[in-house]
């Protein structure tokens, strides 16, 4: 199993000056024709969260101080993560053309989705932190700990997209289960509400959704302005390297077959 992703891996970091191309062309043509053009990167969560303030704060009460800030704080990661897996699972089925050519590297495909909305996610987060300082929340050093977080996202989110990506080749069911399945995990994760007002008896799911962990750690450093659980870094540095490991092994044990299924 070490060995096959081993494999991939070197493959990615062979073709690193072509994944980069591909990305750049991924985040250009993203918003190509369009008026606004990047700028889009900075709208698409404003309005998200305009929305959910609107609705959560102001509808439904939903107490949390300084709300805007925190639903922000765990909207762009999971932005970061559902588009990746929404985008990612079709990364093989949509490059047809280009598997079918026997030189080029299939194993790029994925990651490249992952990086172009990682690339999103960095381009969002000056924003964040405006709204930070906006609303006087104050920055600390444990802001140190965010890179080992993002770490650990990365590390996730390739993961599954590798996986799913590759059984979407051959049960196209895939997307649309993943598609639906995500406005769930959404609902399931602390991002417009705080775990607070989940009554103690549910509170031990948390645990096993190693998204709502993420959100978790980013609410303690973002907002206050405290180190993650030291478990809980581990747990999901361990997860991610886990969900890496089966994602590049699946890829790898199906990838001869993709020319002919597509």
């Given at each position: 199993?070490?060995?096959?992703?081993?494999?991939?891996?070197?493959?990615?970091?062979?073709?690193?000056?072509?994944?980069?191309?591909?990305?750049?062309?991924?985040?250009?043509?993203?918003?190509?024709?369009?008026?606004?053009?990047?700028?889009?990167t900075f709208l698409n969560p404003l309005l998200l969260l305009v929305v959910?303030?609107?609705?959560?704060?102001?509808?439904?009460?939903?107490?949390?101080?300084?709300?805007?800030?925190?639903?922000?704080?765990?909207?762009?990661?999971?932005?970061?993560?559902?588009?990746?897996?929404?985008?990612?699972?079709?990364?093989?089925?949509?490059?047809?053309?280009?598997?079918?050519?026997?030189?080029?590297?299939?194993?790029?495909?994925?990651?490249?989705?992952?990086?172009?909305?990682?690339?999103?996610?960095?381009?969002?987060?000056?924003?964040?932190?405006?709204?930070?300082?906006?609303?006087?929340?104050?920055?600390?050093?444990?802001?140190?700990?965010?890179?080992?977080?993002?770490?650990?996202?990365?590390?996730?989110?390739?993961?599954?997209?590798?996986?799913?990506?590759?059984?979407?080749?051959?049960?196209?069911?895939?997307?649309?289960?993943?598609?639906?399945?995500?406005?769930?995990?959404?609902?399931?994760?602390?991002?417009?509400?705080?775990?607070?007002?989940?009554?103690?008896?549910?509170?031990w799911t948390f645990n096993f959704n190693p998204i709502a962990l993420l959100?978790?750690?980013?609410?303690?450093?973002?907002?206050?302005?405290?180190?993650?659980?030291?478990?809980?870094?581990?747990?999901?540095?361990?997860?991610?390297?886990?969900?890496?490991?089966?994602?590049f092994w699946t890829f790898e044990k199906n990838k001869e077959m993709f020319?002919?299924?597509?």
């Amino acid at each position: 199993m070490f060995k096959t992703c081993k494999e991939s891996l070197g493959t990615i970091l062979a073709r690193r000056e072509l994944i980069t191309i591909l990305v750049s062309k991924e985040l250009k043509s993203r918003y190509r024709g369009s008026a606004l053009g990047m700028m889009w990167t900075f709208l698409n969560p404003l309005l998200l969260l305009v929305v959910y303030a609107l609705v959560f704060s102001v509808y439904m009460r939903i107490q949390v101080e300084n709300y805007a800030v925190f639903v922000f704080v765990g909207l762009l990661p999971w932005i970061w993560f559902s588009s990746s897996l929404t985008e990612g699972v079709n990364s093989i089925t949509q490059s047809g053309s280009l598997i079918t050519k026997s030189m080029f590297p299939a194993e790029i495909l994925p990651i490249v989705k992952v990086i172009s909305n990682l690339m999103n996610y960095l381009f969002s987060l000056p924003l964040l932190f405006i709204f930070i300082i906006v609303y006087g929340v104050p920055i600390t050093i444990s802001l140190l700990w965010l890179p080992i977080v993002m770490l650990a996202q990365t590390l996730i989110t390739v993961g599954l997209v590798y996986f799913f990506s590759t059984i979407n080749v051959r049960f196209r069911d895939t997307q649309h289960i993943l598609n639906n399945f995500l406005i769930l995990w959404f609902f399931l994760c602390p991002i417009i509400y705080p775990i607070s007002q989940v009554p103690e008896e549910y509170r031990w799911t948390f645990n096993f959704n190693p998204i709502a962990l993420l959100t978790i750690a980013y609410q303690d450093i973002l907002i206050h302005g405290a180190r993650p659980s030291a478990k809980v870094l581990g747990a999901l540095l361990i997860i991610g390297f886990i969900c890496t490991v089966i994602g590049f092994w699946t890829f790898e044990k199906n990838k001869e077959m993709f020319a002919e299924e597509i």
